[in-house]
């Protein structure tokens, strides 16, 4: 069945489920082109400006005493490329650590890092994904694996355990509402329906519509119930409706029949 949300359910060790919306690969690439990278670049430059003005003092006063420079320069060389990659690991770890899984780009984005578990990131998961930043923009590999895999993550977080989710409060999962007229229709589900033919993932469809029907415009509601009906008496292998009904007494059914033959909702992605 189709994922109309694109959204994660994460279990909490107090067995909350938690929903997140995952950020998607165009507010990440806000976060990083347009803010994130140029903030870099310009405190890189900052610093090699700074760092310039300070290794030229240090080289006039080793000559000033007398000594050789070759020595000193590359000393100054090697600090410097230390510097670098303090500062391009660091402009990540510091902010991500600091500020709740964010950075400057990604509060203006509206995302943050948090670890599978819903908690927040912290210094081992921020420090993992930025030292693994240069792996993932290499041939735009971090990019392709936002793309293809359905949590969206690059290989940093998938190393570090971590997702970037939008910044809206996680809403706390809740059983959808079940019309009593979908009780006569679930029990005769129960008796002429395939159930076992729907996947888990296909009940985590038809349950997020029932949470979130009440909040939709009525007729993108009555398309989306439509096609999710269809969807499912396909899916169940069900020839021939039970009796009249609307497709939201169908869907309520069908997952009220699901519950009581003992499936469970849970997201695999």
Known sequence: MTRYFNQITIQTPESVELEFTLAGIGNRALALLLIDYPLWVLLLVMVIYLGSLVSQQIVDLVVFLGGGTESIELWLAAMSLLLFFIIYVGYFVIFETLWQGQTPGKRVAKIRVIRENGQPAGLFQAT???????????????????????????????MAGTLIVQTERPVVSKAPSISQAAEPIAEELLQIANLSLLQPDDLAVIREYLQRRTVMAPKARSKLSLQLARQAKTLIDLEHLPSDMTPDAFLEAVYLAYQRLGGSVQDRD
Do not use: M, N
């Not at 923009?137 to 694996?145: M, Q």
């Open 128 to 158: 993992l994904r930025s030292l693994l930043r240069p792996i993932d923009d290499i041939l735009f590999i971090g990019f392709f694996l936002i793309v293809l895999t359905p949590k969206e993550k690059r290989l940093g977080d998938w």
